[in-house]
């Protein structure tokens, strides 16, 4: 019996050491979410527009078009609870802030990171940002989290093929979704618009992205920093296959947290008639003809 356990232990402690050292390599890789930690970390003083939510303000607001000091932290997929605990999380180093921009798109109240397709996504927050709200400590490992294939194809691009997995820019805005690769409209629409439609009878997760709204709206108000809420524009193929009865929600929804809250702002782009097919990457993202345009307009709807 103990022959058969030290053989066990032998052909067994290679795999896990192989195992650990793999996940070592992995989280050292460099990428979005570990260098927007590192931004925050040192810079998180200097910014006065905080830049929160998904890939729509990732890929769709570039800082360099803001004349005042800003920061895009949005990640895709990244759903409201994130938001706020980006925000929990440097609220006493953001000493300067005056305000924060958060998407509150089709979706958004209807889901979360957890819920979605890109859960995957969720231990990216707990490795790299040491944002853990669940407590789980699976999500603390990349290669539990990943296929097997997804790893070895991120350890040979980054350490044989030198290959960044930084994909933005020093402030923080999305590089790849460039119009030379746009998408079709048609396809994309279609496709995005079904993914984004929610069954809402059960409105659980609704009233935890109230709480979370709430809670936002309540740590701003302590640092006398104006919330601007923005549906980010989308194309036609995308829009008018929404669901009116979730979209009228969202957005009443929206317009009632603005007339409670004088320090909040709401901005409803999604329909704004000045983008156009050249400005979209797909349906629901903005190219960087697109994003150089929303980001010149949320310059302006600030400055005013």
């Not at 830049?51 to 004349?67: E, F, R």
């Not at 509150?104 to 889901?111: A, E, I, M, Q, R």
């Not at 940002?129 to 999500?139: C, E, F, K, V």
């Amino acid at each position: 019996m103990k022959r058969f356990i030290k053989r066990v232990i032998f052909f067994i402690f290679p795999i896990v050491l192989l195992g650990f050292s793999s996940d070592i390599l992995l989280k050292s890789i460099p990428n979005d979410y570990a260098y927007k930690k590192r931004y925050l970390d040192k810079n998180a003083k200097n910014i006065e527009v905080l830049l929160l939510g998904n890939s729509h303000v990732y890929y769709g607001i570039d800082p360099t078009y803001i004349k005042k000091p800003a920061f895009n932290a949005a990640h895709i997929s990244q759903s409201l609870n994130y938001d706020l605990e980006i925000l929990k999380k440097y609220n006493k180093s953001l000493v300067n802030l005056k305000y924060i921009v958060i998407p509150v798109d089709y979706f958004s109240l209807y889901s979360t990171l957890e819920t979605g397709a890109e859960k995957w996504r969720v231990k990216n927050y707990s490795i790299y940002y040491d944002i853990n709200p669940g407590h789980d400590l699976l999500n603390d490992s990349e290669i539990i989290n990943m296929k097997l294939s997804v790893n070895l194809s991120r350890l040979k691009n980054h350490y044989l093929a030198k290959k960044s997995e930084i994909t933005c820019s020093e402030s923080g805005w999305g590089l790849t979704y460039a119009s030379k690769d746009s998408k079709n409209l048609e396809e994309t629409g279609r496709v995005a618009s079904a993914r984004h439609t929610i069954t809402i009878d059960d409105s659980l997760i609704y009233r935890k992205n109230i709480e979370v709204i709430n809670q936002i709206i309540e740590i701003s108000r302590t640092k006398n920093v104006s919330v601007i809420f923005i549906s980010c524009p989308a194309y036609k193929t995308y829009t008018s296959r929404l669901n009116q009865s979730q979209l009228r929600n969202t957005v009443n929804t929206i317009d009632e947290f603005v007339r409670k809250n004088t320090d909040t702002k709401y901005f409803n782009l999604l329909n704004d008639q000045s983008f156009v097919a050249e400005d979209f990457f797909d349906a629901d993202h903005l190219n960087e003809i697109g994003a150089k345009k929303l980001s010149l307009k949320i310059d302006r709807l600030l400055n005013n």
